[in-house]
């Protein structure tokens, strides 16, 4: 038996040796290489969609361009191993870059937490997050400490796991804490932990039904699962808690939309864009309405004002392809 086990060892050895040399043979294997990230709202943590992210080397210029998702994530894959710069600069929000090096790691993670300017700013603090509720307010200051702690952790420290840890003692001990269930949805969002951000932001919303943050969060949450009907209620909520949240009106549009209800899209959009014209997504769901409408000159219209506002945007080829075919209809 020891002889047999000898040789196992040294077969093994052998074995390891020539795999050494086979990769030695064949050259060292290219690395795949990506930057993932997420983009929200400094005063409210709400993921911040369809921005348009824009990836320059740093030496030699633009290199790609992305936009955040529903829950305001987005991605680069292999981009190359380089020095990068991602760039970002939404309207209604102040600009911002982060340098990314994929010359010593071969991936890396990248948080932004854009500070609204102007009238964005005031709706942004008229949302209310920052401003202590009720069950908020009689917080004791341990749980305070450990929601502050995670506050840090997941948006200072773009440490979502970590700041989860602390958000959940700070609950342990008060379990009416709106915030620290408000930024623990975020960071579970962040970690792609869909279901169990859903639950921190229904508990919000069973605290304080009338939670801005909580119930557009989760539409925008339940938009990205296709639980349309499900985000349709939340939506709705937070339109009549901020008429004037154009991502709010946007969202409940896409909801309408996705349930074949284009008539009751139609003025959740218009109102979107009458709030904030560059949306350029917005754009893209008017022209499909207007399509729907038999509306040809408007639809052509709308999908021409996505090109111009996001001429290399995630809808653009779609957008250039309906130009195209409204205009070989038209002949």
Not at 239 to 253: F, I, K, M, S, T
Request: hydrophobic share 40%; glycine share 8%; net charge neutral.
């Amino acid at each position: 038996m020891k002889t047999l086990w000898k040789w196992m060892a040294i077969l093994s050895i052998a074995s390891g040796f020539l795999s050494a040399q086979l990769v030695a043979q064949q050259g060292t294997p290219v690395r795949r290489t990506m930057i993932r990230g997420v983009v929200r709202d400094a005063i409210t943590h709400m993921p911040l969609q369809h921005v348009l992210i824009t990836l320059d080397r740093e030496t030699s210029g633009t290199v790609a361009q992305t936009e955040t998702d529903t829950l305001g994530k987005f991605v680069f894959d292999g981009p190359g191993e380089s020095i990068f710069v991602v760039r970002l600069k939404p309207p209604g929000y102040e600009e911002r870059s982060q340098r990314v090096d994929l010359q010593t790691n071969a991936t890396d993670y990248v948080s932004f937490e854009l500070k609204p300017t102007g009238k964005q700013a005031e709706s942004a603090v008229a949302s209310g997050l920052d401003t202590l509720s009720i069950n908020d307010a009689a917080a004791p200051e341990k749980a305070r400490k450990e929601c502050e702690k995670g506050h840090e952790l997941f948006v200072d420290r773009k440490d979502p796991a970590a700041g989860i840890e602390h958000l959940q003692k700070a609950v342990k001990i008060y379990d009416k804490y709106e915030r620290a269930y408000v930024l623990m949805g975020m960071a579970y969002i962040e970690l792609g932990k869909d279901g169990d951000a859903r639950s921190a932001l229904e508990k919000v919303i069973s605290l304080d039904p009338k939670s801005e943050a909580g119930n557009i969060t989760l539409g925008m949450l339940l938009n990205h699962q296709k639980d349309f009907a499900g985000a349709e209620k939340y939506l709705l909520r937070g339109v009549e808690l901020n008429p004037d949240a154009p991502q709010a009106r946007y969202e409940l549009g896409k909801s309408y939309w996705a349930q074949g209800r284009w008539q009751d899209a139609e003025p959740q959009v218009q109102r979107a864009l009458e709030l904030k014209p560059d949306m350029a997504e917005a754009h893209v769901l008017m022209g499909n309405v207007a399509l729907k409408k038999g509306d040809r000159e408007k639809a052509v219209a709308e999908f021409k004002e996505y090109l111009r506002l996001q001429p290399n945007g995630p809808m653009a080829s779609a957008a250039q392809q309906m130009i195209a075919k409204i205009g070989q209809q038209s002949h």
